[in-house]
């Protein structure tokens, strides 16, 4: 269930990541996760603390304490930098220094509506004609696909690491570090 | 309550000053515009848990700051831009406790004799102020080898031939070799290149209460989750374990107040917004070589010099993409380094003289491999081929790269100033910055490049290229993919250098119109404000400039103490 996307704007996002990176013997962005990373950050102050910085400083997946699941408190100025790049300036004097800031929110509804409401129905080549034609917006989706695929899984995509161990990167690797032998040879 | 010392900036500079002012019985406080992440100023033997092996916070989500959005730079090659050509992240140091320390990865090289001397070795370039630094290596040596013993320098004396004379060995030995370093150190020594285990640091055996470094991979761009780099953690530690450091990080200098003839203090805005005055019997800036002048100038200062000579090194990166895995992700994202392309050898001054330049200098060249896989992801295309890109990994697992930082000259048109009209949250102009490389770069990145190219394909490199940063107009770069991968000329943001090594802009000389600061940097028109960083280089070198600005900041300090 997405948190700030409706069910219609998540299905659409949903088979456009799949587009974007399809899956073959492996997970590709659906089923890693990748429509939960980027809803979730859309969401990101719908929780607390905002989803914005995992801790530290380590996962857990390599001995450790798991402070990757124990999200950092932001101050005042990065919530309202957080909240501008997500919610937009919203015509609110203290986002506006600068002037008006479009957010991702505005991004994401405007950028899935133009690919339509019947985007789900198509044939892939033609999703892909739709995502090629929708520039701008596609761009971005494929910037938050990269990272919800594969950075950490606290974070709400690579889930259970699956985009990792499809590249062979064991990823976050504190405490356990690499051996010398590990660094230096083949 | 007036202190002997307020100092602006909690990076290696500004952490130098304290440790050495703390020592000789000053009471200081530091002054960060970032957050702590780094430790506890209540118990500074407490390290914070904060930094992490996470991509996502540390290059997407900008965890050490600035965040653009809060605290925007604005760039133009010239004023043929108009106002400006771009608004957002330019060349964005982090702006966190431990500054610029906590996110390099610790090359730190010293510079040699000849790099203090350019003008009298070499002699002047048309359109660059070329000069001698009021200062020498010899003088400076003694401070080099105290500042490596502080940060905690790991390396092998010797084992670079053109390297400087040195009063005693390293601190520490050098790390462990990355596989893919012993195979370009192998292919370049066959070369005639000489290459060496950079000096780094990085702990490679238990160091100051810091554990050795594990080898995670993930430095350059991370904070270090077990503190085994040298940002200047040790500096801050033993500075505010001796009781007379205060630490206030979130905390912007907006102003150095003056009475006309000296600095009186500095205005603050904290965390909580208010706006307070600090006095102090001496101000320590050292915010960086953009912060540093964008400061000297919101405080209403007007040498007419402050904020020119910008440097930043022309990085020219000779990329080869090799048939096995090379796992840059383990080790210390840079392990070796040479220096032959800082030397004046007649080839370059063949290739100097058929471009109508007197010389040519290019810089220290770093071995280095690939990057971390969601950057890598999103260099590659979308679509079908995305996962077999991944898994092939041409652009991170099988990549080697040859990255020359190369020297910059200083010329009066590249600066800081203030942005007319935009503004960073807190309500103060940004800093603009105004920069365009000189030709001596092109010309010396051109003549050095292509024998990287070589090596690489020594190594076995099944595709190679050469790119810049900044680009320069009419460059175009092939990329594997078909299209141009983003590594062709795309207007200012591509000529935005991508160093993180900023120099320059309050320089230093004896003569009070030629220069900023003295040869203790010392402002000549307040000589009780003091600058402890980059901005006072005269000269780039072709080296990282961390070490050379921390040596400088503990010889200042160590002046302004007595």
Redesign the interface.
């Known amino acids: 269930m997405p948190i700030w996307l409706n069910d219609d704007e998540f299905r659409t996002l949903s088979a456009a990541s799949s ?6 013997e ?1 997970a ?1 962005a659906v089923e890693a996760g990748v429509p939960d990373y980027i809803d979730g950050m859309l969401g990101a102050f719908l929780v607390d603390p905002p989803r ?8 857990g997946r390599f001995g450790g304490s798991a ?2 699941s124990r999200f ?1 408190q932001l ?4 919530e ?2 957080w909240r ?2 997500i919610e937009g300036s919203l015509g609110l004097p203290d986002r506006e ?2 002037g008006p ?1 479009i957010g991702w929110q505005q991004v994401y509804r405007d950028g899935l509506a133009a690919l339509g409401s019947d985007f789900c129905e198509l044939d892939g080549d033609d999703q ?1 004609a739709r ?1 090629r034609a929708t520039g701008e917006f ?1 761009a971005v989706l ?2 938050h ?3 919800g ?4 899984p606290e ?1 709400g995509g690579n889930r259970d690491t699956v ?2 161990r ?4 064991l ?10 032998a ?5 | 309550m007036t202190v002997d010392a307020v100092i602006v900036g909690s990076g290696p500079g500004g952490a130098t000053a304290a440790d050495v002012l703390t020592r000789a019985g000053w009471t200081v406080t530091i002054i960060e515009k970032g957050r702590n992440h780094l430790l506890d100023p209540d118990n500074p033997s407490r390290l914070a848990q904060d930094y992490s092996n996470d991509e996502i916070k540390f290059m997407h989500r900008h965890f050490l700051g600035p965040d653009p959005l809060i605290e925007p730079r604005t760039f133009r090659l010239s004023e043929d831009d108009g106002e400006r050509a771009y608004v957002g992240a330019v060349n964005s140091i982090p702006s966190t406790v431990g500054g610029g320390g906590t996110h390099a990865d610790g090359k730190v090289p010293r510079l040699r004799p000849e790099d203090f001397r350019l003008h009298s070795t070499y002699g002047p370039v048309e359109d660059a102020a070329v000069a001698d630094w009021p200062v020498d290596y010899d003088e400076l040596e003694p401070y080099y080898a105290e500042v490596e013993r502080l940060i905690g320098v790991a390396g092998t004396a010797g084992a670079n031939p053109f390297a400087a004379w040195r009063s005693g060995p390293y601190p520490m030995p050098s790390g462990t070799p990355m596989y893919g370093a012993v195979l370009s150190s192998a292919a370049a020594e066959a070369r005639g290149l000489h290459p060496y285990a950079a000096p780094t640091a990085a702990n490679s055996i238990p160091y100051d209460g810091r554990p050795a470094c594990n080898n995670c991979g993930h430095c350059a761009y991370f904070g270090c989750p077990i503190h085994a780099k040298g940002d200047p953690v040790a500096m801050l530690q033993h500075a505010l374990s001796t009781g007379r450091a205060e630490l206030l990080s979130e905390t912007f200098v907006s102003r150095v107040r003056t009475n006309g003839r000296e600095a009186t203090g500095v205005d603050v805005i904290g965390p909580d917004g208010v706006e307070r005055t600090l006095g102090a019997r001496h101000v320590v800036i050292a915010g960086g070589a953009i912060e540093t002048p964008r400061l000297l100038l919101l405080s209403g200062l007007e040498h007419p010099l402050i904020g020119r000579y910008l440097m930043m090194h022309f990085q020219t990166i000779n990329v080869g993409i090799m048939p096995q895995r090379l796992h840059a992700h383990r080790g210390r994202s840079v392990t070796h380094v040479h220096d032959d392309c800082m030397l004046v050898d007649d080839d370059a001054r063949a290739a100097a003289r058929a471009a109508g330049l007197p010389w040519i200098r290019g810089g220290l060249v770093e071995h280095g491999g690939g990057g971390h896989p969601v950057m890598e992801a999103q260099f590659y295309p979308w679509g079908p081929h995305h996962k077999k890109l991944m898994a092939d990994s041409p652009l991170r697992d099988r990549l080697w790269a040859f990255i020359m930082q190369g020297e910059d000259l200083p010329q009066t048109t590249n600066r800081v100033d203030l942005d007319p009209t935009v503004r960073d949250a807190r309500g103060f102009a940004v800093a603009r910055i105004t920069f365009r490389p000189h030709r001596h770069e092109l010309v010396a990145s051109a003549h050095h490049g292509p024998r990287h190219i070589r090596v690489l394909e020594d190594m076995g490199a099944t595709w190679t290229t050469t790119t810049t940063s900044p680009l320069v107009p009419g460059a175009a770069t092939e990329s594997p993919f078909g299209d141009d991968g983003g590594g062709s000329y795309r207007g200012p943001v591509s000529a935005i250098p991508a160093s993180r090594h900023v120099m320059g802009t309050t320089r230093m000389g004896t003569d009070p119109t030629t220069s900023v600061v003295d040869a203790y940097g010392r402002m000549h028109e307040l000589p009780n404000v003091v600058i402890a960083d980059s901005s006072v280089f005269v000269t780039s070198a072709g080296y990282g400039p961390t070490l050379t600005l921390v040596a400088l900041a503990a010889r200042a300090a160590a002046a302004l103490a007595g």
């Not at chain 1, 101050?75 to 990065?78: F, G, I, S, V, Y």
């Not at chain 1, 695929?149 to 950490?152: D, E, K, L, P, V």
Request: a negative charge; hydrophobic letters at 40%; glycine letters at 10%.
């Open positions: 587009r974007l990176i399809p899956a073959d492996t590709g914005i910085w995992a801790g530290g400083p380590s996962s402070g990757f950092h101050t005042a100025l990065d309202l930098a501008m790049r220094f600068n800031v892909d995502l596609t494929y910037e696909c990269c990272e695929m594969y950075g950490a974070y985009a990792w499809a590249i062979n990167f990823g976050d690797v504190q405490p356990r570090g690499f051996s010398d590990e660094v230096s040879e083949p």
